[in-house]
């Protein structure tokens, strides 16, 4: 069953809750500790955040992220979405990339999720602060964006790092359909990275020319030292939750490909070519291909626990 709702007028209602936190938040979200220590925390940190000029992708939708993360802006002259936040230091960059293409920050009505990883909604919380967006996410995914802390259930439980805690999380529905103006986001529930991973779809359109998008969220099956996918008391539906989501994103319309790392879908490769054909963009096959690596990689994740 699909569902609808619409978030412009929410977003309105709860700014002036939104607004009477930001300080805070923004201040919290913003703080980098030492680099030494980032360093040691995250020693991929430097190389994902590192500068990535913005760009329009197609239509509407733009990439505002840093090298190694994304962050996708859906705009539209009565608001826009963004799809994830990357770090918690990547916030400002974020912003700026926002304002550097003609917008602003203050029009994103909407923000949205992929997994509840440091790295990908780490920068919500201040990106919520200076916009006064709806953050909504699903059943699973809301608890750890209101603590910034991940769950036991989740395979990387103990290994990822905490992050800056966001306000006013609204849950949502598998499938249901977010609007903001004419954008159109369906909310695809694929997890087994995280219990709450989301992957999101829509249509955007250019001089008569419409593509349907795929955010697809990590399908890889990492996790902490210890953990077994085969057999574990925490999260033991996670291969079957791998599975399904897998099968859904083999059937999902889908002409662009966008991963939360965009070397998982070679988006940078794939903009280069848009601008040397009209077709450079378009791989029809992004997300079968996408989803058959991906069940790859748990068939021999797998293999490698029956084995020990």
């Not at 059943?139 to 805690?165: C, E, H, I, K, N």
């Amino acid at each position: 069953m699909t569902f609808s709702r619409t978030f412009s007028a929410l977003a309105i209602a709860i700014a002036a809750v939104l607004t009477a936190a930001a300080t805070s938040a923004r201040a919290q979200a913003t703080s980098s500790p030492a680099q030494s220590t980032r360093a040691a925390e995250c020693p991929s940190c430097a190389e994902w955040n590192a500068p990535q000029e913005p760009v329009r992708i197609f239509g509407n939708v733009h990439y505002v992220g840093t090298h190694g993360l994304s962050a996708i802006l859906l705009t539209s002259t009565e608001g826009h979405v963004l799809i994830d936040g990357a770090l918690p230091e990547s916030a400002e960059s974020i912003a700026a990339h926002i304002r550097a293409l003609g917008f602003r920050v203050e029009d994103v009505k909407l923000i949205v999720n992929s997994h509840v990883h440091f790295d990908h909604a780490g920068g919500i919380a201040a990106l919520q602060a200076m916009s006064g967006a709806t953050v909504v996410a699903s059943p699973a995914s809301a608890p750890v964006l209101r603590t910034g802390m991940s769950g036991r259930d989740d395979p990387q439980y103990g290994s990822v790092s905490a992050f800056p805690p966001v306000q006013n999380v609204t849950v949502i529905a598998d499938g249901e359909t977010l609007r903001v103006g004419p954008i159109a986001l369906v909310a695809r529930f694929t997890p087994g990275h995280t219990p709450g991973g989301t992957s999101w779809s829509w249509r955007s359109c250019d001089a008569g020319r419409c593509l349907d998008f795929v955010y697809a969220d990590s399908q890889t099956p990492v996790s902490t030292n210890g953990f077994l996918f085969t057999r574990n008391t925490t999260y033991p539906t996670a291969i079957a939750d791998f599975e399904r989501g897998q099968a859904l994103l083999e059937t999902l319309k889908c002409d662009v490909l966008l991963t939360p790392h965009p070397s998982a879908s070679n988006m940078f490769e794939r903009i280069a070519e848009r601008d040397a054909s009209a077709h450079g963009l378009v791989d029809a096959e992004g997300c079968r291909r996408f989803a058959s690596a991906a069940r790859a990689q748990l068939a021999k994740r797998i293999a490698t626990e029956r084995g020990k």
